[in-house]
């Protein structure tokens, strides 16, 4: 019987890497402001949604895939001028928008599905889902979302056994901090 899983214990491993190397590759992209960046940002989010899947992170499964329609969005706001821009109100209505929205998904979840840590997956996407807008807005602010998304995130990748994707999001927290204070 071990025998039977280990081609598909193998695929999984080398599409948890191949997803951790196409989204590093979009952060590092984009901090360098290269179009580039927006294909990574396509193709490193459906890998992840296709392992987020396999352990039931069902939250996460629709913000991979947002994230991929989001760095068509990404793209389109680098080619012109971005279409938000920052204020306190803003940030006050995305962080409640936000929350309600993501302990309306994880209660919905946990009801109604087999999804593994609802609530905590749920919140996770609603906020990503925020940052990643204003970040592909250009709002230098979205760091620090991310900063503590990431830190988060860790905790939900290695309860659910993907520890590669655990420690993708360890690297994220730092390129946050890179992000947010520029550092080289």
Do not use: C
Request: net charge positive; glycine share 6%; proline share 3%.
């Amino acid at each position: 019987m071990k025998d039977a899983r280990r081609p598909k214990i193998v695929l999984n491993r080398i599409l948890e890497w191949l997803a951790v190397l196409l989204n590093i590759g979009f952060t590092v992209l984009f901090q360098l402001n290269n179009p580039w960046s927006f294909v990574l940002g396509i193709a490193g989010p459906i890998l992840l949604a296709i392992l987020s899947f396999q352990r039931h992170l069902f939250a996460d499964v629709f913000l991979q895939l947002a994230y991929s329609a989001l760095a068509v969005y990404g793209y389109l706001q680098f080619i012109q001028t971005p279409s938000l821009h920052e204020s306190g109100l803003l940030h006050i209505a995305g962080i409640s928008a936000s929350l309600i929205i993501g302990m309306l998904a994880g209660i919905l979840l946990k009801r109604n599905t087999t999804a593994a840590l609802p609530l905590l997956d749920a919140l996770i996407t609603a906020f990503s889902l925020w940052a990643t807008i204003i970040l592909m807005s250009g709002w230098e602010s979205a760091w620090l979302y991310f900063i503590f998304i990431n830190l988060t995130s860790v905790v939900l990748f290695f309860k659910r056994g993907l520890q590669i994707i655990g420690f993708l999001f360890i690297l994220y927290t730092l390129l946050a901090i890179q992000g947010y204070f520029h550092i080289v």
